[in-house]
């Protein structure tokens, strides 16, 4: 069963004081579910302290959950989070995130820098938002955000939005570009500034783009993620429901063996994230005035020979397709101006892959 099919069974389960089921009251918090076992796990938050009938309460889940799934449940019944507590704080982000608008959220990562995953990304925002649809992209590379220079957006000050009746909290406005919209830590910094901060630091941080940023009425939200597997990673795991992960590589040898890395991370039994597929970067390079030549400076490439086909192959994910080596595409990112808005080969593989992200090939 899915989490949603979860809450929806759950909300048979009624307060007796309160006369509104708990999932309404927002009793349910940590809702997980063993794909093998189909066991189900959740706390079970109380709403004020030594609730009387907490164990009711529990009971009666319990007995839901184990007609639905055949699986006895653990349920773990929590007090309150104390008044002004962090824990408290991150809870009512989470409540009054902006991120409760999006259809599917898809992380873009890379086992290791320098193979495009920034490119790759901004151009399959803009590719998906020609084809259609709403899009936005948050730039959580803390330390070398680049998409506020990709969309040309660079000079953009994020302002406030009007915060709701009875919130505390405001939302922060994205920049917008080609039919995207951008938020990037990079908006809040100078360029030219090295941004020292610890983990934590740089988690709170990106708690607060992805869930206070006005993103509004959203089909596809792009994770630009940054190199590697840590902190963040796992952040953004733990703060959304991701809808998948694309994973971005070149030909190289080197750069294939983190991509099994990153897609064991995503496989993880603590993250589970469906990987939907992993799409081959600076494939080869065409140069401008000879457009029929490919030199596989990287090695073999493409979706028959190539090496990141074979492995997407081996580890049982989509290959998405592949993107040349191309002086366009580089230009493009410099200049502000993602090539997939163009008419050329390489806005065409984009394209593609847009089109194959969004049909779930």
Excluded at 8 to 22: F, G, M, Y
Excluded at 53 to 76: D, F, M, Y
Excluded at 135 to 152: E, H, N, R, T
Excluded at 229 to 258: F, M, R, W, Y
Aim: hydrophobic share 45%.
């Amino acid at each position: 069963m899915t989490n949603e099919e979860i809450l929806e069974r759950l909300k048979a389960v009624k307060h007796p004081e309160q006369d509104k089921d708990i999932v309404s009251l927002g009793m349910v918090d940590d809702l997980t579910v063993d794909r093998a076992s189909g066991a189900v796990r959740f706390t079970l938050r109380l709403t004020k302290p030594r609730d009387p009938v907490a164990g009711s309460l529990r009971r009666a889940a319990e007995a839901v959950l184990e007609e639905a799934t055949g699986v006895t449940p653990s349920v773990v019944v929590a007090e309150p989070l104390p008044a002004g507590s962090r824990a408290a704080k991150q809870q009512t982000l989470r409540e009054k995130s902006g991120t409760n608008g999006i259809g599917q959220t898809i992380a873009v990562a890379s086992g290791k820098g320098g193979v495009g995953k920034s490119t790759v990304t901004a151009n399959l925002s803009v590719a998906l938002a020609g084809q259609g649809y709403r899009v936005g992209v948050l730039d959580a590379d803390i330390y070398g955000p680049s998409m506020p220079k990709m969309f040309g957006v660079e000079g953009y000050r994020p302002v406030a939005a009007v915060a709701e009746e009875g919130s505390e909290l405001e939302s922060i406005v994205p920049a917008e570009a080609y039919g995207v919209k951008v938020m990037s830590i990079g908006f809040f910094i100078s360029a030219n500034d090295a941004l020292v901060w610890r983990g934590p630091m740089a988690t709170r941080a990106l708690q607060q783009l992805l869930h206070q940023t006005a993103w509004g009425e959203l089909d596809f939200l792009l994770i630009d993620l940054p190199p590697g597997t840590g902190d963040l990673h796992l952040t953004i795991v733990n703060e959304l429901k991701l809808s998948g992960a694309v994973i971005v590589s070149t030909p190289q040898e080197v750069a294939l063996a983190d991509v099994v890395r990153g897609i064991a991370m995503f496989r993880n039994e603590n993250v589970r994230v469906p990987i939907r597929g992993v799409v081959e970067n600076m494939a080869w390079f065409t140069p401008a005035e000879l457009p029929d030549n490919r030199y596989y400076i990287f090695g073999p490439a493409g979706a028959d020979e190539g090496r990141v086909a074979r492995l997407a192959r081996e580890e049982g994910v989509p290959f998405l397709g592949s993107i040349p080596l191309v002086q366009a595409v580089a230009e493009g990112g410099d200049a502000g101006c993602p090539i997939a808005v163009r008419d050329s080969v390489a806005g065409e593989a984009f394209r593609e892959i847009a089109r194959r992200l969004a049909d779930g090939e």
